[in-house]
Nanobody
């Protein structure tokens, strides 16, 4: 499977942005999906994860209540809605998949990764 992440860009503090992760080569319904981010000089961190069916969702404490992960298996796409963004949300955002029912919270639990999309929050 190949993943294509897009939707990044520049946004002002308090604004919104929607990232998408498109699956190519296999059905998205076979995979749990996670979104991670990596800021310059920092480790890659878990942001959100969604189970195969979409019935179980996890968020990191830093984005809970502001970000929303969702999936449209009919269109083989997973989304990450970013609301009320802060400067500390600035990072490259990656989507990743695991052949699990539930999404791992650790990056080593994922098998396939998208290329990343840059999100820059300005004040």
């Amino acid at each position: 499977v190949q993943l294509q992440a897009c939707g990044g860009g520049s946004v002002q503090v308090g604004g919104s942005l929607t990232l998408s992760c498109a699956f190519h080569g296999d059905r998205s319904s076979l995979y749990a999906v996670g979104w991670f981010r990596q800021a310059p000089g920092k480790e890659r961190e878990f942001v959100a994860g969604i189970a195969r069916s979409g019935g179980t969702i996890y968020y990191s404490d830093s984005v809970k209540g502001r970000f929303t992960i969702s999936r449209d298996n009919a269109n083989n796409t997973v989304y990450l809605q970013l609301n009320l963004v802060k400067p500390e949300d600035t990072a490259i955002y990656y989507c990743a998949t695991a052949r699990n029912i539930f999404p791992p919270r650790d990056f080593w639990g994922y098998e396939f990764w998208g290329q990343g999309t840059q999100v820059t929050v300005s004040s």
